[in-house]
């Protein structure tokens, strides 16, 4: 291959495999900066020897040696000034050694080790995403920023927070054993879904969706059912496949958002809705199923209409009081009353919204006032719908979202 297509080839290998090296590279260097300098160190060799030689056999297996050796020459060369720094190099050379040939297990391995690792309890849930986005999924420091309506400073600050307290706390870079692992399953699989949740509605900005992260997001949830088949893991699988299946219908051809009642169902995936359903069978079928599994399953009953109108809302009603006793909360309740709403008329809803915000919950929640605000225009309380547009959009950063909402006051301002 001339050197372009060398250069086309590295680039391929770093999208595809980037943060499979680095998980490795972690493991056997055992610091976050110091596997994240091998990394670009090894690619840039990569770059260098591929011209030259040819692609290797095992491009994933040549990165890791390179990189490792990158970094333990570089600490041999330094170690003049720091005789520490030595005595690293030779334990980390003897330490690879006993580590022996590395296959696709022990690579998988790694990858779930870096995510039990970058959600460990012990870091603040806002450090939790930070590292899982930055460190698991590859992204960059501006792209999680924005995602997370933070400055990139802040971020970058937050990030070099978690990892000194991931090397001060001496957190295990290891999958927690059997009796730790409830606790930490539970943060590892709300990081996976803040992941989603922030590819399927977006923040702010003028996109609604970001397939990128949907589809990262989907990828770890993959991977955690392979090598820890859990009902709650699988749930979230299912729960995250059935929503994303709905993506191409969620937006019109201008960028608009198009509600589930008006989509258009022949563009859901129906692949992926399959899988999804098959997962939630599976993981209702097995003891110690959660939130995750009962949210899917009232995402599969929509997708078990052939239109909106033949919804089964009285099984949606009794699948979220089923949640609100596993897992009491006001967005929970919000839901419920919508789906109330649907099947006994606006005034049932609307009477329960109006009791969540009475208690002061979901204030500051746009989509309790933009529900609010449906129910009212659907009852014919028109100023009272006015009310409650104008304060959901003071609340919401999504473009498409505040273009709709801006029709809707249209329509009830007359």
């Known amino acids: ?244 299946s709905r993506r191409r219908a969620r937006t019109s051809e201008s960028g608009d958002l198009v509600l589930l009642e008006h989509q258009d169902r022949t563009l859901w995936n129906q692949e992926q809705m399959a899988e999804g359903k098959r997962l939630v069978e599976s993981a209702l079928s097995s003891p110690g199923f959660g939130p995750y599994a009962l949210q899917a399953a009232i995402v599969a009953v929509h997708a078990d209409a052939a239109s909106a109108s033949e919804t089964d809302w009285s099984q949606i009603v009794g699948l979220y009081g089923l949640l609100l006793r596993i897992t009491p909360s006001p967005i929970v309740e919000l839901n419920r009353a919508v789906a109330v709403a649907m099947r006994d008329g606006p005034e049932a809803g609307l009477a329960l919204i109006d009791h969540i915000l009475d208690r002061g919950d979901l204030d500051d929640y746009y989509l309790a006032h933009s529900a609010r605000a449906d129910l009212c225009r659907r009852a014919g309380l028109n100023r009272e719908a006015k009310e409650a547009y104008e304060k959901a959009l003071t609340l919401t950063k999504q473009e498409p979202e505040r273009r709709f909402l801006e029709e809707r006051l249209k329509v009830v301002s007359g």
């Open 1 to 244: 291959m001339n050197a372009e297509q060398i250069r086309r080839t590295v680039d391929e290998v770093y999208r595809t495999e980037s943060r499979r090296v680095f998980a490795t590279l972690i493991r056997l260097l055992g610091d976050f900066d110091l596997a994240e300098d091998a990394l670009q160190d090894a690619f840039a060799a990569a770059l260098l020897q591929w011209t030259r030689d040819g692609v290797p056999a095992n491009p994933r297996a040549w990165l890791v040696s390179a990189g490792r050796f990158k970094a333990i020459d570089a600490m041999r060369k330094r170690a003049r000034f720091d005789a520490s720094l030595g005595k690293l190099a030779e334990q980390l050379d003897r330490d690879a050694a006993v580590a022996g040939e590395m296959d696709d297990e022990s690579v998988e391995d790694d990858r779930l080790r870096l995510i039990f690792t970058c959600c460990n309890p012990a870091l603040s849930q806002e450090a939790r995403l930070a590292l899982t986005l930055r460190e698991v999924c590859g992204l960059t420091t501006e792209e999680i920023a924005r995602a997370l309506l933070i400055t990139p400073t802040t971020l970058a600050q937050r990030i070099v927070r978690a990892k000194s307290k991931i090397r001060t706390a001496g957190i295990p870079y290891k999958v927690p054993a059997i009796e730790d692992l409830p606790d930490r399953l539970e943060t590892v699989l709300q990081v996976i879904y803040l992941v989603f949740t922030e590819g399927y509605s977006a923040s702010s900005g003028d996109s609604l969706t970001r397939a990128d992260l949907c589809a990262e997001a989907i990828r770890l949830a993959r991977l955690l059912i392979e090598l820890l088949p859990e009902p709650e893991a699988m749930g979230l699988l299912a729960l995250m496949l059935l929503h994303d």
